[in-house]
C-alpha cells in the first residue's frame, strides 16, 4: 500500500532553516508530483510548492519564493521540503501529498511534521 | 492567484440530517476542485475531486457538484464520524498554484 512517512518534529530559532523529508513506498515515487502543504495552528491547508520527482522541476507559491527549496532523492524514494529564514509564524505541521495521477487532487498524505520556531 | 472562500464557517447540524458545504472560487476554475475531510490530529482525506467524483473508500453519502465558480459539497444523513473540518481545493492548471479554502467546521447540533 501507499506510504508517505515524514520525519519527526523539528524546533528551531527564528532565522534557521528547517529540513522535512517524506519517505516514499508502495508506488513508483517518479510517477507522482508530490506536493507540500502547511497548517498553522487552529488554522487551514497552505499550498507551499510541489516537485515533479522525475525530472527535479519545481514550482512553489509565491509568498514562499526564495526560501523554500523542494528536492527529491530517487535512489531512496524520499522528497524533502527545505524552508530557510524562519519566522514564528512559520510554525505549523508540513504535510507532504501525493498526487492522484487521475486528477491534481491529493490522494495520499504524510502524517505531517511539525516545525516550531521559538526563541 | 486563485482565492477559494468557504460558508458557512462553521455549521452545526443534527445526525441523520443533511448538511450542505459550498465553496467559490475567484475566477472559472472548470471542474477541478477536490473537497477533503481533516479530524483533529490528522491528516486530510480526499473525499471528491474533479467536483463530482467520490475518491476510493468514500460512502455514498459524499456528494459534490458544481463547476466553474460555485461548488458544493453535501453529506446527506450526517454520521457521527462525518464531523470533522472540510476543506476545498482548487487545482487549475493556469496558474499553476494550488490554493485551498479557509475550511468549514461541521459541528454536532
Known amino acids: 500500500q501507499v506510504q508517505l512517512v515524514q520525519s519527526g518534529a523539528e524546533v528551531r530559532k527564528p532565522g534557521a532553516s528547517v529540513k522535512v523529508s517524506c519517505k516514499t513506498s508502495?508506488?513508483?515515487?517518479?510517477?507522482?508530483?508530490m506536493h507540500w502543504v502547511r497548517q498553522a495552528p487552529g488554522q487551514g491547508l497552505e499550498w507551499m510548492g510541489w516537485?515533479?520527482?522525475?525530472?527535479?522541476?519545481?514550482n512553489y507559491a509565491q509568498k514562499f519564493q526564495g526560501r523554500v527549496t523542494l528536492t527529491r532523492d530517487k535512489s531512496i524514494d524520499t522528497a524533502y521540503m527545505e524552508l530557510s529564514r524562519l519566522g514564528s509564524d512559520d510554525t505549523a505541521v508540513y504535510y507532504c501529498?501525493?498526487?492522484?495521477?487521475?486528477?491534481?487532487?491529493?490522494?495520499?498524505w504524510g502524517q505531517g511534521t511539525l516545525v516550531t520556531v521559538s526563541s | 492567484e486563485i482565492v477559494m472562500t468557504q460558508s458557512p464557517a462553521t455549521l452545526s447540524v443534527s445526525p441523520g440530517e443533511r448538511a450542505i458545504l459550498s465553496c467559490r472560487a475567484s475566477q472559472s476554475i472548470s471542474t477541478n476542485l477536490a473537497w477533503y475531510q481533516q479530524k483533529p490530529g490528522q491528516a486530510p482525506r480526499l473525499l471528491i475531486y474533479a467536483a463530482s467524483t467520490r475518491a476510493t473508500g468514500i460512502p455514498a453519502r459524499f456528494s459534490g457538484s458544481g463547476s466553474g465558480t460555485e461548488f458544493t459539497l453535501t453529506i446527506s444523513s450526517l454520521q457521527s464520524e462525518d464531523f470533522a473540518v472540510y476543506f476545498c481545493?482548487?487545482?487549475?492548471?493556469?496558474?499553476?498554484?494550488?490554493?485551498f479554502g479557509q475550511g468549514t467546521k461541521l459541528e454536532i447540533k
Open positions: 516537485i515533479n520527482p522525475h525530472s527535479g522541476d519545481t
Open positions: 481545493h482548487q487545482y487549475s492548471n493556469w496558474p499553476p498554484r494550488n490554493t
Open positions: 501529498a501525493k498526487e492522484a495521477g487521475y486528477s491534481n487532487s491529493y490522494n495520499h
Open positions: 508502495g508506488y513508483t515515487f517518479s510517477d507522482y508530483y
